[in-house]
Every structure is written in C-alpha cells, then in structure tokens.
C-alpha cells in the first residue's frame, strides 16, 4: 500500500483503537470490599490460640516484655461473641518490639473457613500498639477471592483481660482487588 492509500483510510478504522483502553478500565477496575471480623487471642485456658515460643525469660517471658515471641492460631469469628460462628483463623506470629513493652509486630494470615470467602486468605503486618485504642495495619496480600489485594484495617480492642492474657480484637478491614 502506497502512503497515500494510508492516509486516505476511514478515519472510522481508529475508533477501536481509542474504545479499548476504556473497556479495558471499565471490566478490570478493583472491587472494594469490606469486612470486620473478630480475633479471640488465648495465652491461657481450655481454649488457648496463643503460646509463647520465645523470649527472656524464653517460653515463660510474658507478652508484655520486650523481645516475646508468640506463635497465633487464634479463632476468627463474625461476633464478639466466642460462641459466634467461627469464619476463619489467624495464623501467623506478633514480637513485642517496643522497649517499653507497649507495642507489638503483627504478621498473620487470615485464613477463611466458612461463609462467602471460604478458601481465601488475606495477610496481615503492621504494629499493634496495644495502649491505643484505635491502631491502623496493612493488608499486604491475599489468595482465592482476595487475590492482588491491597489495604488497609483499623483495630480496636472489644475485650481484653490483662491478668489472663486474653484480648478479642474487632478488625475493620477494607480492601481493593480483582
């Protein structure tokens, strides 16, 4: 084809070309989804989710000193409520990393079991300065429904028995993905 013949195309042939990228964006733009869910977090009891694996003191340190390794799988429920139907379960780990013993890392999986996410999980990371009543953290990764998310929750503390070591955590998560 001569570059004349080129040039006298239907200016018709390039409205395809502009339309795609808008339905692309328009079929591929991130649901948002959010969730609250409830973390029952047991150092102690018939029912203890949470050990101690190291520390100080090593597995004897308690939670609220510095340097304390404890090891989760604690029950995640829809309710406050421990008799709530159990949705999932939080797996990971959190280090008192505050010298003053006030604050912990958080790194765990929310692993649902039941309900409309069953089979997905969602990872969570960030601090949990426990003295705060509101504390923000990251939502990193996340498989199944959640895969490719991105973002962010708040946590506040619905129940927390200091003497026992036993806290319930209400989390509202938000979350864009595919």
Sequence with gaps: M???NLLN??????????????????????KKTNLTLYVHDYLTGHDT??????????PTTSVLHFGTLVAVDDPVTENPDPKSKQIGRAQGMYVNSQLDGKGLHLVFSVIFTDGEYKGSTLEIQGADLFAMEEREFS???????FRFVKGYGIMTTEMLDIPNLRAVLKLHVTVKHY
């Design 49 to 58: 989710s949470a050990v101690t694996v190291a520390g100080k003191d090593g």
């Design 2 to 4: 001569s570059t004349n």
């Design 9 to 30: 195309l239907p200016s018709i042939s390039f409205i395809p070309l502009l339309i795609l990228p808008f339905l692309y964006w328009a079929f591929n733009s991130p």
């Design 139 to 145: 939502v990193v990764s996340g498989t199944g429904y």
